[in-house]
T-cell receptor, first 114, second 107 residues
């Protein structure tokens, strides 16, 4: 157990729907990062939050959004889902905002869009 | 645009057969480099952080080295349990992962 908790582990939904993925960071970590991993593109950085505020943005689609709550857990919202959104979504956390430390990854949410 | 290339894409070794994985990058403002191990269907597991050229880190059968333009992950006398995908990630203004080297160690 890495200390980063992601729920649900698996999610199957239809095109056009909206889903929410949840992440609880490791105790004491203030930064949360979201990554998407598909077979053909490897790990793609989506977005980072630090202590409730957006800190960095990657290749996140406009249909996707995220937030970090006062208790530091984070949610990634995916809407108007397309078949191509099927992937593993990972959350990672780190204790500092400068990214100069190893990230701790959760076990991921496998999203299947049918 | 910053690019990260890992080679080979896949590597098959016999148990005990040492080898090296390469991570090369064309980036500016490198602040460090991370190596991760990922097992199928699981999240990446942190292995090493390297911060400056010439730095080396070791853990069991793994040793990571760093130059200005590339990093190597040396695997000495690997065992089947070392089979995994190894990912490198140069740290810039964000962590950019390579697509990994899929290592298979056979008996």
């Amino acid at each position: 157990d890495s200390g980063v908790t992601q729920t649900p582990k698996h999610l199957i939904t239809a095109t056009g729907q909206r889903v929410t993925l949840r992440c609880s960071p490791r105790s004491g970590d203030l930064s949360v990062y979201w990554y998407q991993q598909s077979l053909d593109q490897g790990l793609q950085f989506l977005i980072q939050y630090y202590n409730g505020e957006e800190r960095a943005k990657g290749n996140i689609l406009e249909r996707f959004s995220a937030q970090q709550f006062p208790d530091l857990h984070s949610e990634l919202n995916l809407s108007s889902l397309e078949l191509g959104d099927s992937a593993l979504y990972f959350c990672a956390s780190s204790p500092r905002s400068t990214q100069n430390y190893g990230y701790t990854f959760g076990s991921g949410t496998r999203l299947t869009v049918v | 645009e910053d690019q990260v290339t890992q080679s080979p894409e896949a590597l098959r070794l016999q148990e005990g057969e040492s080898s090296s994985l390469n991570c090369s990058y064309t980036v500016s403002g490198l602040r460090g480099l991370f190596w991760y191990r990922q097992d199928p269907g699981k999240g990446p597991e942190f292995l090493f952080t390297l911060y400056s050229a010439g730095e080396e880190k070791e853990k069991e059968r793994l040793k990571a080295t760093l130059t200005k333009k590339e990093s190597f992950l040396h695997i000495t006398a690997p065992k089947p349990e070392d089979s995994a995908t190894y990912l490198c990630a140069p740290l810039l203004n964000k962590l950019t992962f390579g697509t990994g080297t899929q290592l298979k160690v056979e008996l």
